[in-house]
C-alpha cells in the first residue's frame, strides 16, 4: 500500500525538496500551498496532488480535510508535515519587533504558524490513527533565541508550534501516532536576508548554510518507520547554531 503524506507550504524551498524525497522514497504526497498550483513544482502528479488553500483564513480547515479524505484511496494518512509559515517584514524588509507588529499581523501569523496546525491535525486525527502516522512540525531556530531577522510574531508562533508539537506526541501517543519537529537554522532558500552570509561565518560552527535536500532528508526520516519510537523530539538542524 502506497503510504500518503500530506505536506503544507510546498511551493518552494524546504516544501518543495522535501516532496521530492519522499516521492523519491516511494510515498504519494499532497500538497498545499495559498497559490494556484505552480509550473516550478515539475514532479510526477504535481497538479493533480495539489490543493489550494489559505490557512489564514480558519474557517476553511474543516473542508481542506474534506478534501484531503476524499483522495485517501484506503482512509490512512501515514504523515503530515506542517512546512506552511510565513514571517511579515517592516518597510525594506526590516525585522518587525513589538512595536512594529500590530493585532492583524499578529493574527495572520499565528493563524497560519500554530493555529492552524493544530486546527488541520484534529480534523485528520481519525486519518493519521488508522495509517499510525507521523506528524513532523517545522519550527525554527528563531523559536528559541531572539534572531536577527525573523520578527516577533514568528518566533512567538515557533515557540509555540515547539510546545504543541509536545502536546501532540503526548495526547496522541496512546494512539499509535507520533509527532517531532525538526527546527532548521539558516538554510539556503531563495529568500535569505541579506546578512545572512556574516552571520553564518560568525555563528554558525559549521561556517556554511545548510541545504533544503538535507533538511528534507531529516523529515522523511521522522516520517518513516526508521524513527518508530522517536515522539516529542525537537531535531535541530542548523550546523551547530543553537549550541
Known amino acids: 500500500m502506497t503510504n500518503f503524506c500530506l505536506l503544507t507550504g510546498a511551493s518552494r524551498g524546504i516544501g518543495h525538496a ?10 504519494r504526497v499532497l500538497t498545499v500551498s495559498r497559490q494556484p498550483f505552480s509550473d516550478e513544482c515539475r514532479w510526477p502528479m504535481a497538479r493533480e496532488s495539489h490543493i489550494q488553500a489559505d490557512l489564514s483564513d480558519l474557517s476553511s480547515i474543516k473542508a481542506l480535510a474534506d478534501e484531503v479524505r476524499s483522495r485517501l484511496p484506503e482512509g490512512q494518512l501515514a504523515a503530515l508535515v506542517n512546512n506552511a ?22 493574527s495572520q501569523v ?14 485528520l486525527l481519525p486519518e493519521l490513527k488508522a495509517a499510525g502516522g507521523s506528524i ?8 528559541s533565541r531572539v534572531h536577527p531577522f525573523a520578527g516577533v510574531a514568528y518566533a512567538a508562533s515557533k515557540a509555540g508550534l515547539a510546545a504543541l508539537t509536545r502536546e501532540f506526541a503526548h495526547e496522541f501517543g496512546p494512539l499509535g501516532v507520533r509527532a ?11 529568500i535569505l536576508s541579506p546578512g545572512t552570509d556574516d552571520m553564518v561565518k560568525k ?5 556554511r548554510l545548510g541545504t533544503t535536500e538535507e533538511v528534507a532528508k531529516t523529515i522523511h526520516f521522522l516520517c518513516s518507520g526508521e ?12 550546523g551547530g547554531q543553537h549550541v
Open 85 to 106: 509559515g510565513i514571517s511579515p517584514k517592516g518597510p525594506n524588509g526590516a525585522r518587525m519587533g513589538v512595536s512594529m507588529t500590530d493585532a492583524d499581523a499578529w
Open 18 to 27: 522535501t516532496v521530492k524525497v519522499l516521492q523519491r522514497e516511494g510515498w
Open 180 to 190: 517531532n519537529a525538526i527546527s532548521p537554522g539558516e538554510i539556503s532558500t531563495s
Open 203 to 207: 555563528y554558525v560552527p559549521l561556517r
Open 136 to 143: 513532523v512540525n517545522v519550527t525554527s531556530i528563531a523559536g
Open 110 to 123: 499565528l493563524n497560519v504558524n500554530l493555529v492552524s496546525v493544530s486546527l488541520l491535525v484534529r480534523e
Open 227 to 238: 524513527s518508530a519510537y522517536i515522539n516529542g523530539a525537537e531535531i535541530h538542524i542548523n
